[in-house]
């Protein structure tokens, strides 16, 4: 049945958050993963995350079984009484430059074998060395540290002339509804590609969304080759090891047409198989590896090249409070009717290191 725009329609808006929802998955598939979550209230939007200290460095410079100045790539897991491991030798923290990133360590601590140390060694935290009625340990405190993304504004119009509304138009029963249901599908593209491609901009009254391969910064693997469940799983090693599984999480394998067909044509008890009695063929739907069961979703808003491992739990996509995708009738115009469709939204993407992204893929 066709819906009736009247004058008393004109300029309220009118949501249609529920029919871009319904829009075919395919074109929308990261849209209609994730959904919409709660509104935002400012145009920039800040959360805060936190994470524990590191537990591990390594080592710059080889150094000798006498030598006690150790360097680090990184001074900030250690403190003055940890008890710290290279190879088989426990060594004691005794003080710490940080300027120099310069660890004075007690060699062989606990009658370890003190031994040479190599350059780029893994030096790693065990514990704190506690001293029976100690006064009460200096404490340090790890600041939460604040994210932030733009909100952006998707629009697009609806006109119809007089004499397009006067010609009957075969199959159509109302021209201007028909031509507002195809720019919801062109606005809820747009937004899909922002959120995976979006590169954070601000000009004045233009304000653009970063998306999700802008977020993934720390774990990104240049594969330059094919793809394999080696370099998926190394990667998910890169995750785990950065505490993103801790919590479980809702992790999916996102990849376009290109990387799909060549994950459907791995042969390896490692890819679950999914066929239909009345078919020929297969499709991998599930991939299976040392950290999991994961959905491989087919996305072809993904470059051709890459293929992302992201938890949706740590993904949303949150609108402007009061500006969830809405149409608004402004009526006639002369000889045309005219209407708009408008909404603002932005990606929360919470902790980075959880997630990863594989490109130069053949």
């Known amino acids: 049945m066709a819906k009736i725009y009247d004058a008393s329609l004109i300029g ?22 994730l959904g919409f979550a709660a509104p935002v209230t400012q145009t920039t939007h800040q959360w805060f995350e936190d994470e524990m200290y590191a537990d591990e460095s390594t080592v710059a410079g080889a150094k000798l079984v006498s030598d006690t100045a150790v360097v680090v790539a990184d001074v900030e897991p250690f403190r003055v009484g940890h008890v710290v491991k290279i190879g088989e030798e426990l060594l004691l923290v005794t003080a710490i430059t940080t300027g120099t990133k310069t660890l004075t360590v007690t060699r062989g601590y606990a009658g370890t074998t003190a031994a040479a140390i190599a350059d780029a060694a893994k030096i790693e935290v065990q514990f704190v060395e506690g001293a029976e009625g ?3 340990r200096g404490a340090r ?15 697009d119009s609806v006109e119809i002339s007089g004499t397009a509304q006067a010609v009957q138009q075969y199959g159509i029963g109302d021209l201007y509804e028909y031509e507002k249901q195809k720019k919801q599908v062109e606005l809820a593209l747009q937004l899909e590609k922002a959120l995976i491609n979006g ?8 304000r653009q969304m970063k ?3 802008q977020f993934i910064q720390t774990n990104v693997t240049n594969v330059a080759g094919a793809i394999s469940l080696d370099a998926i799983t190394n990667l998910g090693q890169s995750i785990y090891e950065a505490g993103g599984f801790a919590t479980g999480g809702n992790y999916k394998v996102i990849v376009g047409a290109k990387q799909k067909r060549k994950l459907s044509a791995l042969d390896t008890n490692k890819v679950q198989i999914s066929r239909s009695e009345n078919s020929r063929g297969e ?20 470059a051709a090249d890459e293929l992302l491992f992201v938890d949706a739990n740590r993904m949303a996509i949150r609108p402007l409070v009061g500006r969830e995708f809405f149409h608004k009738y402004m009526g006639e115009k002369g000889d045309y009717t005219v209407g708009m469709l408008v909404g603002e ?18």
């Open 12 to 33: 309220k808006k009118q949501s249609v958050v529920d029919e871009i929802l319904l829009l075919n998955q395919h074109q929308t598939p990261l849209l209609n993963m």
């Open 134 to 136: 100690s006064d009460v």
């Open 141 to 155: 405190y790890k600041a939460r540290v604040a994210k932030s993304n733009k909100t952006q504004i998707f629009d």
């Open 199 to 206: 590169v954070q901009y601000e000009n004045g009254q233009i």
């Open 211 to 213: 998306g999700v391969r």
């Open 283 to 302: 499709v991998v739907d599930t991939l299976v590896n040392d950290f999991g069961q994961f959905e491989i979703a087919l996305n072809n808003n993904l």
């Open 345 to 362: 939204y932005t990606l929360e993407f919470q902790q980075e290191k959880a997630h990863g992204r594989l490109k130069g893929l053949n």
